[in-house]
């Protein structure tokens, strides 16, 4: 209880800075909206996990019974892929996709508004595993690796050996990598490296989802979809919270006697 207030303390303490900024930035944020989006984000990411760890695992018997002529015919040409070496390769772009939002804070622009974009990354974050993880929990699907022959039957048998729907580390590279481009975007209209910021941001869950693939923890199909997922939030998220909102969709607070809450709008 005491790590959960502690945790309340600290978004409340960023969540309050972030709206002390809205000077002088492309976005503005509010604490009635953006603190119960975080919070309930990261409440149904724990949820989700939860889902996933209680996942059966395939018995002996159905893990024989598999052939790879059963995976869709898109997908087929990967089922039995299950490098090690790319596995592990894919952990350093993974890891190294999160940096790249407090990179972007040494441009001078973001970090006058470090608190806020902050506050904006941990959002749009708490959103991408809350998708991933309701996503994953409630929708099993066999990892590649597992029509291997090369691989453990004991490896073959853990539940997370179902978790191949979708890409969880290309969503999370993605939304991190699309967020840092983003945010250079929109605090730096006139800066000639924006298409190179973007053309980064692209490439680094490409290799991430490419890996995975290579490491048969994932089908293309979970990696396309991961990276569109990723990418969404990564923009979206950001772009819901611009002064100048351009796309037609809109993030307002509503409050009411008894209910406080936000109203996502798009307008034709």
Do not use: C
């Not at 959960?4 to 509010?30: C, E, K, M, V």
């Not at 983003?182 to 000639?192: E, V």
């Amino acid at each position: 209880m005491k790590r959960i207030i502690t945790l309340f303390s600290i978004l409340t303490l960023f969540i309050s800075q972030a709206y002390s900024q809205n000077g002088d930035s492309p976005y503005r944020t509010s604490l009635k909206v953006d603190g119960p989006i975080i919070i309930a984000g990261m409440g149904l990411s724990y949820y989700g996990l939860t889902l996933m760890q209680d996942k059966n695992g395939l018995s002996e018997e159905q893990v024989n019974a598999l052939r790879k002529s059963d995976v869709n015919g898109f997908d087929r040409f990967s089922a039995g892929w299950d490098s090690e070496s790319a596995k592990k390769t894919s952990d350093i772009p993974f890891y190294g996709s999160f940096a790249l939002p407090f990179a972007m804070m040494l441009n001078d622009n973001i970090g006058a508004k470090a608190g806020q974009v902050l506050v904006l990354y941990v959002e749009t974050m708490a959103v991408t595993g809350a998708l991933f993880t309701m996503t994953n929990g409630n929708a099993p699907r066999t990892r590649p690796m597992v029509y291997s022959n090369d691989v453990e039957l004991q490896e073959k048998t853990r539940a997370n050996a179902r978790n191949s729907f979708y890409a969880g580390h290309t969503a999370a590279a993605a939304s991190a990598s699309f967020f840092a481009a983003k945010i250079f975007h929109d605090f730096n209209p006139d800066s000639r490296a924006r298409p190179y910021v973007w053309a980064a941001a692209a490439a680094v869950p490409a290799t991430v989802g490419y890996l995975r693939l290579r490491a048969g923890k994932h089908f293309l199909s979970d990696n396309l979809l991961g990276y569109t997922m990723g990418a969404a939030a990564g923009i979206l998220v950001p772009q819901l919270h611009k002064k100048t909102n351009k796309s037609n969709l809109s993030l307002m607070p509503i409050t009411a006697p008894d209910y406080r809450g936000a109203l996502l709008s798009y307008t034709f």
